[in-house]
Nanobody, 120 residues
């Protein structure tokens, strides 16, 4: 059974940066698209970024374009979400997920989430 573990969250000032990591265990992520979601208190879960299994294609929500960068390193079995120019509205729990591809909504595996808090 594939399991995903996120890390790298924390408290940062507005304008600061964080890099989130997503590490699989139990199986490989090589054949899955990787997605990052976030959920702020009282709001629905929102997909913010996706990268295809090959790493060739990426997609971003309009709210994060130009500030967040998703990447994957299949050799190191690690996936990243680089977050720059953070804003208070980016405060949320961030989840790593594995899906078939970036155009298919179905998620096969979820991580437990990591908290990101951006202070004004």
């Amino acid at each position: 059974q594939l399991q995903l573990a996120e890390s790298g969250g924390g408290l940062v000032d507005s304008g600061g940066s964080l890099r989130l990591s997503c590490v699989p265990s139990g199986s490989t992520l090589d054949y899955y698209a990787i997605k990052w979601f976030r959920q702020a208190p009282g709001k629905d879960r929102e997909e913010v970024a996706c990268i295809s299994s090959t790493g060739v294609s990426t997609k971003y929500a309009d709210s994060v374009k130009g500030r967040l960068t998703i990447s994957r390193d299949n050799a190191r079995k690690t996936n990243y979400l680089q977050m720059n120019s953070l804003k208070p509205e980016d405060t949320a729990v961030y989840y790593c997920a594995a899906g078939r591809d970036c155009d298919t909504p179905k998620i096969h595996f979820w991580g437990q989430g990591t908290q990101v808090t951006v202070s004004p």
